[in-house]
């Protein structure tokens, strides 16, 4: 397992990431706590995930109620595993009364302290989405803060754009205080908007990128090309999805990933992979792992199993030739 540095901040990160959206539920939604791992499961994938060499964890204040840091935090202190990387977020609805994303200073201050007594320790503290109402100098403020009091070690943005990130360095800038270190966005063969502009802006800003959803919500595997090969459904119509898979739970997550024409890619990429004699979702993480400027990707397996695609990816060196065969299926 690499470990590299995020951008210029000189904080190191494995280049897998246990991603804890998961642990407790599926995401942020209220709708769906108690549809994820249950707290044994978690435990045991977490020590998977170490055991396999990752040691980041990324998790977020609204996940699953807070569930999800809270059995981060157990698996910490149980473990007593003191270099692993905790990444989580700030932003989503999660006090009573708020109504919108915040990212005011008041907010982050009693969230970071929440995070930190569930967690035990926060390395890296993110925005989870956007907040019109405040100023970006405010919550560039706020983590500068939380940095100089040494309850976080760098700060970052997650679902942004170009213009946001540009914003955020001038506001930053203008105020003579800590960068962004850190941006994290849904990046896959069948997600690729970051590959024109902010990828390239990252990397000459100096600010790591690391990769959420890497298969789509398991839209790059063998499983729903299975469905499509097997059955005698119209051609011209989706799948239905595993029952309790992502994909099921959360449609709307991946609503423009999930489309026949996709489907048809995946079953090309398949091919490709059956010529390496690895899974397709093996291929398609090692055609993550390949891309210069990514600094990590996150991985959440739910079951055992699922870990077979992480260890063949890292196994996996693509030659240049299959890694433009694989980009060139998928190309817009």
């Known amino acids: 397992m690499i470990t590299r540095e995020l951008g210029a901040s000189g904080i190191p990160i494995t280049e897998y990431v246990f991603g804890g959206a998961a642990i407790g539920g599926i995401g942020s939604a209220p709708s769906r706590v108690g549809l994820g791992m249950t707290t044994d499961e978690a435990l045991e994938r977490l020590d998977e995930a170490y055991e396999l060499g990752i040691h980041a964890i990324d998790t977020a204040n609204s996940f699953a109620r807070g569930e999800s840091e809270r059995v981060v935090g157990r698996w910490r202190e149980e473990r007593e595993h003191a270099d692993v990387l905790i990444a989580t977020k700030v932003g989503n609805v999660v006090e009573r009364g708020q109504e919108t994303i915040s990212l005011r200073a008041d907010h982050i201050e009693r969230q970071l302290a929440l995070s930190r007594s569930r967690l035990g320790r926060v390395d890296l503290y993110l925005t989870h989405a956007g907040d019109p109402y405040t100023p970006l100098e405010e919550t560039v403020t706020a983590f500068a803060a939380a940095i100089d009091s040494e309850q976080i070690r760098g700060w970052g943005c997650t679902n942004v ?50 990769a959420f959803s890497p298969l789509a919500g398991g839209i790059l595997s063998d499983r729903l090309i299975d469905v499509v090969q097997q059955s005698d459904r119209d051609p011209d119509e989706l799948p239905e999805p595993a029952a309790g898979s992502r994909l099921a739970l959360a449609p709307a997550m991946y609503a423009s990933s999930f489309t026949v024409p996709n489907l048809a890619r995946v079953t090309a990429l398949r091919g490709l992979a059956r010529e390496l004699d690895v899974s397709t979702s093996g291929l398609a993480l090692a055609w993550l792992r390949r891309q210069p400027l990514v600094t990590a990707t996150i991985v959440a397996p739910r079951r ?29």
């Open 161 to 210: 754009t170009v213009r946001d990130i540009e914003a955020w360095l001038l506001a930053a800038d203008r105020a003579g205080l800590p960068r962004p270190a850190v941006v994290q966005n849904e990046y896959n063969l069948l997600a690729r908007g970051s590959e024109p502009d902010l990828l390239p802006l990252l990397a000459e800003e100096g600010i790591g990128f690391v």
């Open 304 to 332: 055992t199993e699922q870990w077979d695609a992480v260890a063949e990816s890292l196994a996996l060196e693509l030659d240049e030739d299959m890694a433009e065969r694989v980009s060139a299926l998928f190309a817009s």
